[in-house]
């Protein structure tokens, strides 16, 4: 079992993007996922600048993976969806199924990304058949769940489970975070360069909610599964995905780290550095704003 960083999922400016990943390339984590899977008028990074980044990584020893756009919406978005199947260098995560289309017909392998929506063998069977070699599950499926699902994956499928980061839960063609703003979409003053970790979203009693990303919605708090990594190893999971937050990343790669390598209560310190309170309740197949009381009696 391994360790990978997930694709950045909030807006940064490009020097703050940049010197995250240059202290990622020492971290850690086996493999990197780079690319704009959000939203595309995030340009101050472009195809061209992710692989410098994918170069840069790959020479510091890390499997680079670019990340497919999950909603497209324009000619545009699909003229950058082809050109990253071209290129030809780098593992490709498909986050839709013209993704996947357009791999499978130029024979490639590829990562199936979790908002493919797999659910049963049926559909795992039918993407290895098109080329993936690798696969997450949708981030509200359980630990039983999963199991089963395991048990029938075909041979030489490696899974990827989601571990750590606000949960990825719904895409809109509607951008919320312009909506806050009463901005239209197409002017929305880029604002989610201000939430550098998505906008909370509380209900009218004060509680938190959601987290508002762009046309991406979000959990409140974060999920944490490093109480589990002793039973995923057990389950078969090879890789652990963590998605990152714009502070203290490092730290939490360390705890998982220590975690993978047996250290108990690795996770100790974690929720001091959480941008979000601490979530695991769809591993154990409850509302997934839920924390595992057994792990806090």
């Known amino acids: 079992m391994n360790l990978s960083l997930g694709p950045l999922l909030y807006y940064w400016s490009r020097e703050d993007t940049f010197a995250f990943y240059e202290a990622a390339a020492s971290w850690p ?3 990197i996922y780079l690319g704009e899977t959000v939203c595309s008028r995030r340009h101050l990074l472009r195809l061209p600048d992710w692989l410098d980044l994918a170069e840069r990584l790959s020479a510091a020893g890390k499997e680079v993976v670019l990340s497919t756009q999950t909603l497209i919406e ?37 990562v199936a990304g ?15 058949g098109l080329g993936a070699r690798r696969w997450l599950p949708p981030v509200e499926v359980s630990r039983t769940a999963l199991a ?43 604002r989610c360069l201000d939430h550098a970790d998505g906008l909370p979203l509380s209900t009218r009693e004060g509680k938190p909610f959601l987290t508002i990303n762009g046309i991406q919605t979000q959990s409140a708090g974060v999920y944490n599964l490093i109480d589990e990594v002793a039973s995923m190893r057990e389950m078969g999971i090879d890789c652990l995905r963590l998605s990152p937050q714009s502070h203290h990343m490092a730290r939490v790669v360390a705890a998982f780290d220590a975690a993978l390598a047996g250290g108990t209560n690795a996770g100790a310190g974690l929720a001091k550095v959480m941008p979000g309170p601490s979530v695991d309740g769809y591993w154990h197949g409850r509302a997934g704003l839920e924390q595992d009381a057994a792990q806090h009696a």
């Open 29 to 31: 984590v086996a493999r």
């Open 148 to 190: 089963a699902l395991m048990e029938r994956a075909p041979d030489g499928m490696e899974t990827e489970v989601f571990a750590y980061g606000r949960l990825p839960l719904a895409y809109s063609a509607r951008c919320f975070t312009a909506r806050h703003y009463n901005l239209p979409k197409d002017d929305c003053q880029f």
């Open 74 to 110: 324009s000619e545009s978005d699909l003229k950058v969806l082809r050109k990253i199947v071209r290129d030809g260098r780098f593992l490709v995560e498909a986050n839709e199924w013209g993704a996947v289309r357009l791999l499978s017909e130029a024979k490639l392998p590829f």
């Open 114 to 128: 979790s908002t493919l929506n797999i659910y049963n063998p049926e559909t795992l069977d039918v993407l290895a």
